[in-house]
Nanobody
Framework: QVHVVESGGGLVQPGGSLTLSCEVS????????MGWYRQAPGKERELVAS???????NYADSVKGRFTIARDYAKSPVYLRMNILKPEDTAVYYC???????????????WGRGTQVTVSS
């Protein structure tokens, strides 16, 4: 099976910084897209940032200029570096990997269980 595990969440003061890591393991042909999503209490899950095979990156408007997504293809292949954190950034952050299981498919979305980020003074 494919396993996705996030780490790095915690409590941080407004204006502080935090870096999340996502590790993907298992057997698969390729990872098409990796992304970070978040879900705050009572709200829908939303895209925070994503990066595809070609290095194309998308950010939510609410985090542009503050968050950075990066891949290093190591043990923790994708990171989310969060700066100037705001209370409204408080959420469970999920790592998503869109994975091609074989050369001709199928394609699946694999999700981690999430890591809590709380921004509070």
């Amino acid at each position: 099976q494919v396993h996705v595990v996030e780490s790095g969440g915690g409590l941080v003061q407004p204006g502080g910084s935090l870096t999340l890591s996502c590790e993907v393991s298992g057997s698969f042909f390729d990872i098409i897209v990796m992304g970070w999503y978040r879900q705050a209490p009572g709200k829908e899950r939303e895209l925070v940032a994503s990066i595809n095979r070609g290095g194309s990156i998308n950010y939510a408007d609410s985090v542009k200029g503050r968050f950075t997504i990066a891949r290093d293809y190591a043990k923790s292949p994708v990171y989310l570096r969060m700066n100037i954190l705001k209370p409204e950034d408080t959420a469970v952050y999920y790592c998503n990997a869109r994975i091609m299981l074989g050369q001709s498919g199928p394609v699946n979305d694999s999700w981690g269980r999430g890591t809590q980020v709380t921004v509070s003074s």
